[in-house]
């Protein structure tokens, strides 16, 4: 019987927050801990780590294995978004329509936390006995050479603005697209098998999740996201629409899930979920 995508992602989110309700520290009283916790629990879709379970389920790693480096990899998306946050960054009050977690606690403590979310991912994989492999990739993913990297042009861009497409491009690679790659392959280097397939994949639904990103800033609103929109408007920061135009950058969007699709063809039927999940990318609402 095939899968539902929505089904999946429901399924995985759940698995997902028992695995981060279990694996977090909760000590009554401890404020970093609490923090922690509030900023990662009950949070978001828990997409990235639905393609780490699908990669796995993909090349046959055990999925309790795969739990464990998928929460991983949750915690590292969590961190991201506190910091991201604050004032000397984003400088939003809301996410998911909840207080973010500098207005939740403090600057201080915000800051704290997702320094504790960022190690902590790190200690449950060496402590699950992951290769260093795995862990050198995840490290690559989240750091200089990928998110926060991609962070660093996003901020200079707020004062200089993007200078072309292949510059916002590279800076979306960098800070959505390297977590994105590393969710899509994890299974595959797990199993010591070929991730290249998988990482075309990963490369393109990334593209598209930013320009749907970028779309929805548009057309949504504060409330239906959860967050505030337009605020790269505000600073004179372009976006993919400003570059293409919403309707061409509609039609990017999709050929990048055309092309995402093209990728899984190896995997035949098995990769139907994925199929899916692809075309999820450019219909979600928020």
Do not use: W
């Not at 200690?123 to 200089?144: N, R, T, V």
């Not at 970028?214 to 993919?240: H, R």
Request: hydrophobic share 45%; proline share 3%; with cysteine.
């Amino acid at each position: 019987m095939a899968v539902n995508f929505e089904t999946a992602l429901s399924q995985t989110a759940a698995q997902v927050e028992d695995a981060l309700n279990r694996l977090l520290p909760s000590k009554v009283g401890d404020r970093l801990q609490e923090a922690m916790r509030y900023a990662t629990l009950g949070q978001g879709k828990r997409i990235r780590p639905f393609f780490v379970m699908q990669s796995c389920k993909l090349h046959g790693v055990a999925e309790a294995r795969a739990l464990t480096v998928a929460a991983a990899l949750e915690m590292i998306h969590c961190y991201s978004l506190v910091h991201d946050d604050l004032p000397a960054m984003d400088n939003d009050d809301l996410r998911r329509g909840l207080p973010t977690t500098h207005k939740k606690f403090d600057e201080a403590t915000a800051i704290l936390a997702g320094d504790g979310l960022l190690t902590f991912a790190f200690q449950l994989l060496a402590d699950g006995g992951e290769s260093p492999a795995l862990i050198a990739a995840l490290a690559k993913a989240a750091g200089p050479d990928g998110m926060v990297g991609g962070q660093m042009l996003d901020m200079q861009a707020q004062s200089t603005g993007f200078a072309s497409l292949e510059k916002i491009s590279a800076m979306q690679q960098a800070k959505t697209g390297a977590l994105f790659e590393f969710a899509c392959t994890s299974g595959p280097l797990m199993a010591g098998q070929d991730a290249s397939a998988l990482r075309t994949y990963a490369k393109h639904i990334g593209l598209a999740f930013q320009i749907a990103d970028d779309i929805l800033d548009v057309e949504s609103s504060a409330e239906a996201l959860g967050k505030a929109t337009q605020k790269d408007k505000a600073k004179g920061k372009k976006t993919f629409v400003d570059f293409l135009g919403l309707e061409r950058a509609k039609v990017e969007a999709a050929r990048m899930v055309a092309e995402s699709k093209l990728a899984l063809i190896p995997y035949g039927e098995k990769a139907d979920v994925l199929h899916q999940a692809a075309d999820f990318i450019i219909s979600r609402q928020k």
